[in-house]
């Protein structure tokens, strides 16, 4: 354990102060699975905050290769994640969602609790099912879908349905960097670097505040840009085919694909800012309501590993409460995102 973290820990756990009632503090251990732009975002936060400490990160690339320059993390090959059973209170699954998530979230809830990002909303049902299973029959908590969406936006949807069920709820996106439809194009054969824009279409967002978007279809929304550089001597039209027809990511979209060089991509392709909102138009005493949430990020994986290790700390609190299976937002309370006193949360919030 590095000087720094080891007087983190004695300080807050000898100096903790008791607020109204007995209060214990308690380090959270958490393992990082990939490390990628989403999984060295979690590690910069855990290594600033007084509540985390990095057991590791686990990688499928050679830890040799692998360095963690600012925090100097330990970093394990993938498969040696098994040897820390019972050390780590909370594995944060940073890998890319198209491939990876799903297989080394079930494998994970075997033996760990754990936090995801999942993003594919057609497949959510099935997944939290399955990870429902596992999880409950080897006492675990594993939450899936941590993210701003799914993730905030869920929440926000299933509020707003909630307070105005009158209504008609639409979301939407962009323009800004898609991680997940970023990584699903990176895995193609031939491709040596890329990034997706989701780009909302502005007729739809009118419809949507009249009230009048409720039989859109995704096509209808949204659009998708698509920047790629080829290997050389890569097919681009192979790429270009497989792009457009990949299912849940690019085949319900009107979807662009334009090839560029290394140089153009890292001129013009370099930042991560996404965004989006969610609307609700309906109706309550026969008046018109208008409901919106919306989000504007400079820099998509480090908001989103903002979210993922907040509901990190959740889960080991909710986890020493008792709680086990595969939950999501819907089924996290906000105050379990603090450490504290109940009174005191709710004094600060409501």
Known sequence: MSNFLWFKKIFYSVFHIRRQREITFIMINIGIAGYGNLGK?????????NIFEVKGIFTRRNPSEVVSPLFGTPVYAQSEICDFEGEIDVVCICTGSAHDVTDLGKSLARRFN????FDTHAEMRGYVSEMNRIATQNDR???VGIGWDPGLFSLMRALFCGVLPDGDTQTFWGR????????AIRRIDGVANAKQYTVPKEEAIRLAGEGKAASLCDRDRHMREC???AKDGADREAIREKIVTMPNYFAPYDTTVTFVSEEEFEKNHSTMAHGGFVMR???ANGTRHNLEFSLRLDSNPDFTASVLMAYAAANARLYESGLRGAKTVLDVPVSALFDGCYCDIVKKFV
Do not use: K, P
């Open 141 to 143: 908590l594993c939450f």
């Open 176 to 183: 800004g960097v898609s991680q997940g439809h970023s990584e």
């Open 281 to 283: 138009s309906g109706e």
């Open 114 to 117: 754990t936090v995801d990002s």
């Open 41 to 49: 975002a979690c590690e910069r936060i855990a290594a600033q905050s």
């Open 227 to 229: 920047y790629v550089v």
